[in-house]
């Protein structure tokens, strides 16, 4: 009996979730992801998405306002802010490091992951795969699910720190019993191909991945 293939259309939508949130996709030689074509009005597209994320956010005032006055909260989401860029505010990575760096004096793992994801990427900093981890080990501590994952992914490929593959597989169990759609996605092609040091079983690939299409759908992060 031939396997059961992993369903396209789910996989691809796992892949469009990532990219929503500006995270490096799993890191995996078998992971086939359909690529996405890129529309040919793409700026304006953009340009729209963040007017509409805009229309749902506080009032800039109010959320500067808010950091200043100490809270954490809001010192993440107005890092977050500078971060992506927006119609309100146009990306400055130094504000928004400057601010996620006050989050966590404040409270360490509040803002962790986004650090992590900068020293990953190299915006603002030279990127660094060592601090990465460092970072992304802190926000694990505090609970992040893409934390987790993002660390996974480190351990898988030996990225900042040595390779673990027992490491990544711990990792991506604890954000996939968070509902982390990509965590769980990794897990099922991690029993589909026999990766990680996990036999293959197509059973579980295919329990993962029915898991994973449940949280795309129904688990907001």
Known sequence: MRPTPIPVVLVAALALCRCAREEPPVPGPREAVAPVEHAPHAPRASHDAHAAHDAHEPPLAALTAAAESGDVDAQVALGQRYLRGSAQVPADVGQARAWFLRAEAARPGSAAYE????????????ADPVEAVRWFELAVDAGSADAMFL???????????PRDDARAVALYQRAAAMEHPEALQALALAYLHGELGLKVDESESRRYMAAAGHALQHHHR
């Open 115 to 126: 650090l992590g994801r900068m020293s990953q990427s190299g915006k603002g900093v030279p």
């Open 151 to 161: 660390l996974a992914g480190a351990a898988r490929t030996g990225a900042g720190l």
